[in-house]
Protein backbone atom coordinates (compact mmCIF):
# COMPACT_ATOMS: atom_id res chain seq x y z
CA UNK A 1 0.00 0.00 0.00
CA UNK A 2 1.77 3.31 -1.22
CA UNK A 3 0.89 7.03 0.35
CA UNK A 4 0.72 9.95 -1.43
CA UNK A 5 -0.62 13.53 -1.26
CA UNK A 6 -3.41 14.85 -2.92
CA UNK A 7 -2.94 18.81 -2.59
CA UNK A 8 -5.80 19.35 -4.67
CA UNK A 9 -8.99 17.03 -3.90
CA UNK A 10 -8.45 17.03 0.06
CA UNK A 11 -8.66 20.20 1.18
CA UNK A 12 -5.99 20.12 3.98
CA UNK A 13 -3.39 17.61 2.04
CA UNK A 14 -4.48 14.79 3.66
CA UNK A 15 -2.51 11.41 3.13
CA UNK A 16 -4.19 8.86 1.56
CA UNK A 17 -3.62 5.07 -0.22
CA UNK A 18 -4.65 4.27 -3.61
CA UNK A 19 -7.86 2.93 -1.88
CA UNK A 20 -8.54 5.99 -1.01
CA UNK A 21 -8.71 5.19 2.97
CA UNK A 22 -7.17 8.07 5.09
CA UNK A 23 -3.59 7.39 6.92
CA UNK A 24 -5.33 9.39 9.92
CA UNK A 25 -8.00 6.28 10.22
CA UNK A 26 -4.70 4.00 11.43
CA UNK A 27 -3.32 6.06 13.64
CA UNK A 28 -6.41 7.11 15.02
CA UNK A 29 -6.94 2.98 15.70
CA UNK A 30 -3.33 2.68 17.16
CA UNK A 31 -4.13 5.72 19.49
CA UNK A 32 -7.20 3.83 20.67
CA UNK A 33 -5.56 0.84 21.01
CA UNK A 34 -2.92 2.48 23.46
CA UNK A 35 -6.10 3.94 24.81
CA UNK A 36 -7.50 0.27 25.75
CA UNK A 37 -4.34 -0.70 26.92
CA UNK A 38 -4.22 2.14 29.49
CA UNK A 39 -7.36 1.23 30.34
CA UNK A 40 -6.72 -2.31 31.21
CA UNK A 41 -3.16 -1.60 33.19
CA UNK A 42 -5.55 0.31 35.17
CA UNK A 43 -7.67 -2.20 35.54
CA UNK A 44 -5.53 -4.38 36.62
CA UNK A 45 -3.93 -2.31 39.14
CA UNK A 46 -7.37 -1.63 40.69
CA UNK A 47 -8.51 -5.77 40.49
CA UNK A 48 -4.49 -6.81 41.58
CA UNK A 49 -5.09 -5.41 45.63
CA UNK A 50 -8.91 -7.47 45.05
CA UNK A 51 -7.86 -11.05 43.42
CA UNK A 52 -7.50 -12.85 46.82
CA UNK A 53 -9.78 -10.90 48.65
CA UNK A 54 -12.93 -13.26 48.87
CA UNK A 55 -14.84 -10.95 47.08
CA UNK A 56 -15.81 -12.76 43.96
CA UNK A 57 -16.80 -15.85 46.60
CA UNK A 58 -18.93 -13.30 48.02
CA UNK A 59 -21.00 -12.30 45.02
CA UNK A 60 -21.61 -16.35 44.40
CA UNK A 61 -18.20 -17.22 42.41
CA UNK A 62 -16.06 -19.93 43.07
CA UNK A 63 -12.69 -17.33 41.96
CA UNK A 64 -11.75 -14.00 40.70
CA UNK A 65 -11.48 -15.57 37.36
CA UNK A 66 -14.61 -17.05 37.30
CA UNK A 67 -16.16 -13.79 37.83
CA UNK A 68 -14.02 -11.70 35.65
CA UNK A 69 -14.72 -14.55 32.94
CA UNK A 70 -18.61 -14.48 33.30
CA UNK A 71 -18.79 -10.90 33.71
CA UNK A 72 -16.51 -9.35 30.93
CA UNK A 73 -17.88 -13.00 28.44
CA UNK A 74 -14.07 -13.66 28.15
CA UNK A 75 -12.52 -17.28 27.91
CA UNK A 76 -11.35 -19.01 31.56
CA UNK A 77 -7.81 -19.09 30.00
CA UNK A 78 -7.86 -15.37 28.96
CA UNK A 79 -9.47 -14.37 32.52
CA UNK A 80 -6.82 -16.53 33.99
CA UNK A 81 -4.09 -14.69 32.37
CA UNK A 82 -5.41 -11.00 32.94
CA UNK A 83 -5.42 -11.64 36.87
CA UNK A 84 -2.26 -13.85 37.00
CA UNK A 85 -0.48 -10.45 35.22
CA UNK A 86 -2.59 -8.32 38.23
CA UNK A 87 -1.67 -10.36 41.11
CA UNK A 88 2.01 -9.98 40.03
CA UNK A 89 2.20 -6.34 39.17
CA UNK A 90 0.41 -5.70 42.44
CA UNK A 91 3.28 -7.53 44.16
CA UNK A 92 5.64 -5.94 41.83
CA UNK A 93 5.74 -1.84 42.41
CA UNK A 94 8.41 -1.26 40.06
CA UNK A 95 7.30 -3.61 37.54
CA UNK A 96 3.59 -1.82 38.01
CA UNK A 97 5.37 1.56 37.44
CA UNK A 98 7.02 0.56 34.18
CA UNK A 99 3.61 -0.75 33.14
CA UNK A 100 1.92 1.84 33.94
CA UNK A 101 4.17 4.61 32.16
CA UNK A 102 4.01 2.36 28.85
CA UNK A 103 8.21 1.27 29.08
CA UNK A 104 6.76 -1.92 29.47
CA UNK A 105 4.38 -3.79 27.53
CA UNK A 106 1.29 -6.18 28.42
CA UNK A 107 2.64 -9.17 26.42
CA UNK A 108 5.86 -8.41 28.39
CA UNK A 109 4.40 -8.22 31.47
CA UNK A 110 2.60 -11.73 30.87
CA UNK A 111 5.79 -13.07 29.66
CA UNK A 112 7.45 -11.87 33.00
CA UNK A 113 4.45 -13.45 35.13
CA UNK A 114 5.02 -16.51 33.99
CA UNK A 115 8.53 -16.36 34.52
CA UNK A 116 8.19 -15.50 38.47
CA UNK A 117 6.40 -18.47 38.99
CA UNK A 118 7.38 -22.02 39.82
CA UNK A 119 9.43 -20.97 42.80
CA UNK A 120 11.19 -18.03 40.98
CA UNK A 121 10.32 -15.28 42.94
CA UNK A 122 12.95 -14.24 44.91
CA UNK A 123 15.37 -14.70 41.79
CA UNK A 124 12.66 -12.63 39.95
CA UNK A 125 13.18 -10.12 42.70
CA UNK A 126 17.34 -9.79 42.30
CA UNK A 127 16.81 -9.49 38.87
CA UNK A 128 13.70 -7.30 38.57
CA UNK A 129 15.58 -3.60 36.72
CA UNK A 130 17.73 -5.91 34.58
CA UNK A 131 14.69 -7.42 33.42
CA UNK A 132 12.80 -4.33 32.97
CA UNK A 133 15.34 -2.39 30.84
CA UNK A 134 15.41 -5.51 28.70
CA UNK A 135 11.86 -5.58 28.60
CA UNK A 136 11.86 -2.28 27.62
CA UNK A 137 14.00 -2.59 24.53
CA UNK A 138 12.69 -6.03 23.09
CA UNK A 139 10.16 -6.58 21.41
CA UNK A 140 7.42 -9.51 22.47
CA UNK A 141 10.07 -12.25 20.51
CA UNK A 142 12.99 -11.29 21.38
CA UNK A 143 12.14 -10.37 25.44
CA UNK A 144 10.91 -14.28 24.90
CA UNK A 145 14.26 -15.84 24.60
CA UNK A 146 15.45 -13.11 26.81
CA UNK A 147 13.40 -14.48 29.78
CA UNK A 148 14.24 -18.04 28.55
CA UNK A 149 18.07 -17.87 28.90
CA UNK A 150 17.07 -16.28 32.71
CA UNK A 151 15.19 -19.24 33.72
CA UNK A 152 17.55 -21.76 32.33
CA UNK A 153 20.09 -19.98 34.80
CA UNK A 154 17.87 -19.10 37.19
CA UNK A 155 16.50 -22.84 36.89
CA UNK A 156 19.98 -24.64 37.03
CA UNK A 157 20.71 -22.90 40.31
CA UNK A 158 17.63 -24.16 42.32
CA UNK A 159 17.41 -27.70 40.85
CA UNK A 160 20.54 -28.22 42.32
CA UNK A 161 19.26 -27.54 45.32
CA UNK A 162 16.12 -29.01 44.99
CA UNK A 163 17.95 -32.33 43.84
CA UNK A 164 19.93 -32.19 47.17
CA UNK A 165 16.53 -31.62 49.41
CA UNK A 166 14.38 -33.96 46.96
CA UNK A 167 17.65 -37.14 47.92
CA UNK A 168 17.03 -36.16 51.20
CA UNK A 169 13.42 -36.60 51.68
CA UNK A 170 12.97 -40.13 49.98
CA UNK A 171 11.16 -42.62 51.37
CA UNK A 172 9.02 -45.41 51.09
CA UNK A 173 6.17 -46.23 53.76
CA UNK A 174 3.99 -49.41 54.18
CA UNK A 175 0.85 -49.15 56.58
CA UNK A 176 -0.65 -53.09 57.18
CA UNK A 177 -4.65 -53.03 57.61
CA UNK A 178 -6.16 -55.56 59.99
CA UNK A 179 -6.28 -58.26 56.74
CA UNK A 180 -2.69 -58.36 56.52
CA UNK A 181 -2.88 -56.34 53.04
CA UNK A 182 -0.91 -52.78 53.41
CA UNK A 183 -0.89 -49.71 51.52
CA UNK A 184 1.90 -47.31 51.07
CA UNK A 185 3.21 -44.22 49.40
CA UNK A 186 6.72 -43.37 48.47
CA UNK A 187 8.98 -40.09 47.32
CA UNK A 188 11.40 -40.96 44.88
CA UNK A 189 14.37 -38.38 43.24
CA UNK A 190 13.98 -37.78 39.46
CA UNK A 191 16.45 -40.41 38.54
CA UNK A 192 15.18 -43.02 40.74
CA UNK A 193 11.63 -42.65 39.22
CA UNK A 194 13.22 -42.78 35.87
CA UNK A 195 14.35 -46.48 37.28
CA UNK A 196 11.42 -47.37 38.74
CA UNK A 197 8.98 -46.29 36.33
CA UNK A 198 10.70 -48.27 33.18
CA UNK A 199 10.89 -51.33 35.34
CA UNK A 200 7.77 -51.27 36.12
CA UNK A 201 6.12 -50.93 32.84
CA UNK A 202 4.41 -53.87 31.08
CA UNK A 203 2.07 -54.23 28.47
CA UNK A 204 -1.79 -54.40 28.57
CA UNK A 205 -3.20 -58.14 29.05
CA UNK A 206 -4.16 -59.62 25.54
CA UNK A 207 -8.13 -59.12 24.94
CA UNK A 208 -10.14 -62.37 24.83
CA UNK A 209 -7.43 -64.04 27.38
CA UNK A 210 -9.13 -63.15 30.62
CA UNK A 211 -12.80 -61.63 31.45
CA UNK A 212 -11.25 -59.18 33.07
CA UNK A 213 -7.64 -57.67 32.18
CA UNK A 214 -5.56 -55.79 34.69
CA UNK A 215 -5.58 -51.98 34.69
CA UNK A 216 -2.31 -50.35 34.72
CA UNK A 217 -2.18 -49.44 38.69
CA UNK A 218 -3.17 -53.44 38.77
CA UNK A 219 0.15 -54.30 36.54
CA UNK A 220 1.92 -52.26 38.10
CA UNK A 221 1.74 -53.31 41.78
CA UNK A 222 2.29 -57.08 40.11
CA UNK A 223 5.60 -56.18 38.27
CA UNK A 224 7.10 -54.56 41.91
CA UNK A 225 6.12 -57.52 43.89
CA UNK A 226 8.01 -59.62 40.36
CA UNK A 227 11.04 -57.49 41.20
CA UNK A 228 11.03 -58.31 45.01
CA UNK A 229 10.90 -61.90 44.46
CA UNK A 230 13.42 -62.04 41.68
CA UNK A 231 16.26 -60.49 43.85
CA UNK A 232 15.59 -62.14 47.18
CA UNK A 233 18.98 -63.99 48.11
CA UNK A 234 20.25 -66.34 50.60
CA UNK A 235 23.01 -65.03 52.79
CA UNK A 236 26.09 -67.45 53.54
CA UNK A 237 26.82 -65.94 57.04
CA UNK A 238 29.33 -63.44 55.84
CA UNK A 239 27.61 -61.09 53.73
CA UNK A 240 28.06 -62.56 50.35
CA UNK A 241 25.12 -63.72 48.54
CA UNK A 242 25.06 -67.21 47.18
CA UNK A 243 22.58 -67.38 44.76
CA UNK A 244 18.40 -66.95 44.05
CA UNK A 245 15.98 -68.37 46.32
CA UNK A 246 12.39 -67.69 46.38
CA UNK A 247 10.39 -67.10 49.82
CA UNK A 248 10.67 -67.84 53.00
CA UNK A 249 7.49 -68.02 54.89
CA UNK A 250 7.07 -68.30 58.60
CA UNK A 251 3.48 -69.50 59.45
CA UNK A 252 1.98 -68.66 62.89
CA UNK A 253 -0.30 -71.34 64.38
CA UNK A 254 -1.78 -71.03 67.99
CA UNK A 255 -1.80 -74.29 70.22
CA UNK A 256 -5.79 -74.66 70.28
CA UNK A 257 -5.73 -74.88 66.61
CA UNK A 258 -3.83 -77.93 67.04
CA UNK A 259 -6.20 -80.07 69.38
CA UNK A 260 -7.49 -81.79 66.25
CA UNK A 261 -5.01 -82.16 64.18
CA UNK A 262 -1.92 -84.77 63.91
CA UNK A 263 0.26 -83.53 61.66
CA UNK A 264 1.12 -79.31 62.19
CA UNK A 265 2.73 -79.41 58.56
CA UNK A 266 -1.00 -79.63 57.55
CA UNK A 267 -1.39 -76.39 57.27
CA UNK A 268 -4.54 -75.86 55.10
CA UNK A 269 -6.34 -76.95 58.04
CA UNK A 270 -5.32 -74.80 59.96
CA UNK A 271 -6.09 -70.84 61.12
CA UNK A 272 -3.01 -69.30 60.20
CA UNK A 273 -1.30 -66.18 59.62
CA UNK A 274 1.93 -64.81 58.05
CA UNK A 275 4.73 -63.52 61.01
CA UNK A 276 4.81 -60.03 58.86
CA UNK A 277 1.31 -60.09 56.92
CA UNK A 278 -1.04 -61.37 59.00
CA UNK A 279 -4.13 -63.77 58.55
CA UNK A 280 -4.43 -65.62 54.88
CA UNK A 281 -6.80 -67.03 53.27
CA UNK A 282 -6.56 -70.93 52.09
CA UNK A 283 -6.14 -70.36 48.58
CA UNK A 284 -3.92 -66.89 49.12
CA UNK A 285 -1.53 -69.59 51.70
CA UNK A 286 -1.65 -72.20 48.81
CA UNK A 287 -0.36 -70.44 45.92
CA UNK A 288 2.79 -69.00 48.16
CA UNK A 289 3.59 -72.49 49.38
CA UNK A 290 3.60 -73.15 45.78
CA UNK A 291 6.79 -71.60 45.34
CA UNK A 292 8.40 -71.38 48.99
CA UNK A 293 9.56 -73.24 51.90
CA UNK A 294 7.79 -72.59 55.08
CA UNK A 295 8.44 -73.03 59.07
CA UNK A 296 5.58 -73.43 61.70
CA UNK A 297 5.76 -71.48 64.57
CA UNK A 298 3.50 -73.30 67.54
CA UNK A 299 2.22 -70.75 70.37
CA UNK A 300 0.75 -70.44 73.23
CA UNK A 301 -1.02 -67.70 73.68
CA UNK A 302 0.68 -64.54 71.92
CA UNK A 303 4.19 -64.69 73.73
CA UNK A 304 4.81 -68.33 74.27
CA UNK A 305 6.64 -70.46 71.78
CA UNK A 306 5.89 -74.12 72.35
CA UNK A 307 7.87 -75.57 68.86
CA UNK A 308 9.42 -73.82 65.80
CA UNK A 309 9.62 -76.03 62.70
CA UNK A 310 12.75 -76.88 60.08
CA UNK A 311 12.20 -75.30 57.23
CA UNK A 312 10.61 -77.77 54.68
CA UNK A 313 12.36 -77.96 51.77
CA UNK A 314 12.36 -75.66 49.01
CA UNK A 315 12.45 -76.42 45.30
CA UNK A 316 15.73 -77.90 44.14
CA UNK A 317 17.93 -75.51 42.31
CA UNK A 318 18.64 -78.04 39.21
CA UNK A 319 14.67 -79.04 38.79
CA UNK A 320 14.08 -74.73 39.13
CA UNK A 321 16.49 -74.69 36.57
CA UNK A 322 15.03 -77.47 34.29
CA UNK A 323 11.35 -76.11 34.49
CA UNK A 324 12.46 -72.84 33.43
CA UNK A 325 14.77 -73.85 30.50
CA UNK A 326 11.96 -76.14 29.18
CA UNK A 327 8.67 -73.27 29.58
CA UNK A 328 10.80 -70.00 28.96
CA UNK A 329 8.12 -68.12 30.74
CA UNK A 330 4.41 -68.04 31.61
CA UNK A 331 2.79 -70.59 30.20
CA UNK A 332 -1.08 -69.07 30.87
CA UNK A 333 -2.50 -68.94 27.53
CA UNK A 334 -1.27 -65.80 26.05
CA UNK A 335 0.54 -64.03 28.64
CA UNK A 336 4.32 -63.80 27.40
CA UNK A 337 5.90 -62.81 30.62
CA UNK A 338 9.95 -64.10 30.94
CA UNK A 339 10.70 -66.96 33.48
CA UNK A 340 12.50 -64.38 35.65
CA UNK A 341 9.20 -62.57 36.56
CA UNK A 342 6.91 -66.49 37.29
CA UNK A 343 6.68 -69.11 40.32
CA UNK A 344 6.60 -72.33 40.14
CA UNK A 345 3.11 -73.53 40.35
CA UNK A 346 2.27 -77.15 41.79
CA UNK A 347 -0.33 -78.40 39.32
CA UNK A 348 -1.66 -80.80 41.54
CA UNK A 349 -1.08 -79.02 45.30
CA UNK A 350 1.49 -79.56 47.68
CA UNK A 351 -0.61 -79.40 51.00
CA UNK A 352 -2.77 -82.55 48.91
CA UNK A 353 -0.14 -84.54 47.64
CA UNK A 354 1.57 -83.37 44.86
CA UNK A 355 5.01 -83.65 43.96
CA UNK A 356 7.88 -81.74 43.65
CA UNK A 357 8.24 -83.32 40.08
CA UNK A 358 8.54 -81.44 36.71
CA UNK A 359 5.90 -82.89 35.44
CA UNK A 360 3.74 -81.42 38.57
CA UNK A 361 5.67 -78.36 38.16
CA UNK A 362 4.64 -75.03 35.44
CA UNK A 363 6.12 -71.53 34.93
CA UNK A 364 3.63 -68.63 36.02
CA UNK A 365 3.62 -65.45 36.62
CA UNK A 366 2.43 -63.57 39.63
CA UNK A 367 -0.85 -62.39 38.48
CA UNK A 368 -1.63 -65.21 36.80
CA UNK A 369 -0.86 -67.87 39.82
CA UNK A 370 -2.98 -65.59 41.63
CA UNK A 371 -5.67 -65.98 39.02
CA UNK A 372 -5.51 -69.94 38.90
CA UNK A 373 -5.88 -70.20 43.29
CA UNK A 374 -7.61 -67.58 43.91
CA UNK A 375 -10.32 -67.34 40.56
CA UNK A 376 -10.85 -71.44 40.43
CA UNK A 377 -9.13 -71.18 36.87
CA UNK A 378 -7.71 -74.59 36.66
CA UNK A 379 -4.47 -76.44 34.99
CA UNK A 380 -3.95 -79.72 33.60
CA UNK A 381 -1.04 -80.98 31.46
CA UNK A 382 -1.91 -82.55 27.98
CA UNK A 383 0.03 -85.47 27.05
CA UNK A 384 2.44 -83.74 24.83
CA UNK A 385 3.23 -81.46 27.86
CA UNK A 386 1.60 -78.62 26.83
CA UNK A 387 -0.53 -76.66 29.39
CA UNK A 388 -4.56 -76.42 29.44
CA UNK A 389 -5.92 -73.59 30.80
CA UNK A 390 -9.89 -74.32 31.71
CA UNK A 391 -12.60 -71.21 33.63
CA UNK A 392 -14.30 -72.23 36.41
Same mark, same amino acid.
Given at each position: ?38 ? %? ?176 ? !? ?20 ? $?????? %? ?14 ? $? ?88 ? %? ?24 ? !? ?14
Amino acid at each position: MFLSADNEGTGGGQATDHSGVRAADLDDALKLLAEADAL %RVEAAALIGPLADSGLAQFRGYVSIERLVAHRRGWRNTKARGFLRVARFVDQHPLTAAALRNGSLSWANAETLAHASADGRAAAFTESEVELLTAAEASPPETFDRLISAWRSRVDAEADAANAERVWRERSLTMQLAFDGSCHGRFRLDPIATEIVASALETPPDPAGVLTEPRTLA !QRRADALVDLCLTTITSDSGDG $RAVGMT %RTSVDVVVDVETLADC $RDPVVVSRLRRELARGGPISGPGLDRLLCDASFRALVTDGRHAVLAYNRATPDIPPALRRAVKLRDRGCTFTGCDCPAHWCDLHHIVPRN %RGGPTTTENLTLLCRFHHTTVHEGGW !QLTRAPDGRINVAMP
